[in-house]
């Protein structure tokens, strides 16, 4: 079964509670909730409060993305925050291996990212620490880009790799999903797809997630 991390980015913040309601009510069981520090990529968003305040806010899964180039110096306040999850990226300044190896020292799920300009390959030494790969399908830093189809070739191949560890990693995808790409992205081997825009401002936006379950499972 596919699931969907609904990316608060795409969401109305000023009626959040709302969102999360709505979210809740469409079936999703994932918030995806990028955190940019505006060195790592060009954009400043959410901190640890805004995480802790979802926390209080909801039960759904928190699959927080640290788009930082020092992660270190955060995982402990997003860990408190109560992440589920935290991703990483290969390209940040830190060392990685430290990075998820930290996270895992909470008890808390790792996950591992990569840019549209990194090869699969460089991240297979980091495969054994990971609970999970995210593969952007957009440059970071902004919602609402459409997907690079260049990058859903990597799926793929990460799939292969994955397979070889023995280990039940998750393979996620985000930037730019939507109704029309999702099968797509799933036939290539995504069991996590990252939905903001598509999924919040979407005309029917339980059309998508039906879609989405539906291609999940065929």
């Not at 291996?97 to 549209?116: D, N, T, V």
């Not at 830093?141 to 189809?149: I, R, T």
């Amino acid at each position: 079964m596919t699931t969907i991390s609904a990316s608060v980015l795409g969401a109305d913040l000023m009626n959040l509670g709302a969102e999360l309601r709505r979210a809740e009510q469409l079936g999703v069981t994932w918030l995806h909730l990028d955190q940019m520090d505006g060195h790592f990529v060009p954009n400043i968003s959410f901190g640890p409060d805004f995480v802790a305040a979802m926390r209080k806010a909801t039960g759904l899964f928190l699959d927080v993305h640290l788009m930082l180039s020092h992660p270190l110096r955060y995982i402990d306040a997003y860990a408190d925050a109560g992440a589920d999850l935290i991703v990483v990226h290969a390209e940040a300044e830190d060392d990685p291996q430290e990075a998820l190896r930290a996270i895992a020292a909470r008890g808390i799920k790792a996950g591992i990212c990569i840019k549209p300009g990194t090869q699969p390959e460089a991240i297979r030494p980091l495969l054994p620490l990971c609970d999970l790969v995210l593969v952007m399908t957009v440059e970071p830093g902004f919602g609402g880009q459409s997907l690079m189809e260049d990058c859903v070739a990597k799926l793929p191949m990460l799939r292969e790799m994955i397979a070889g560890t023995g280990r039940d990693i998750l393979l996620e995808v985000d930037g730019g999903v939507k109704q029309g790409n999702a099968q797509r992205v799933i036939d290539a081997g995504a069991d996590v797809l990252v939905i903001g825009t598509g999924l919040f401002r979407a005309k029917d936006p339980q059309a998508v997630v039906d879609a989405v379950m539906a291609g999940g499972a065929a």
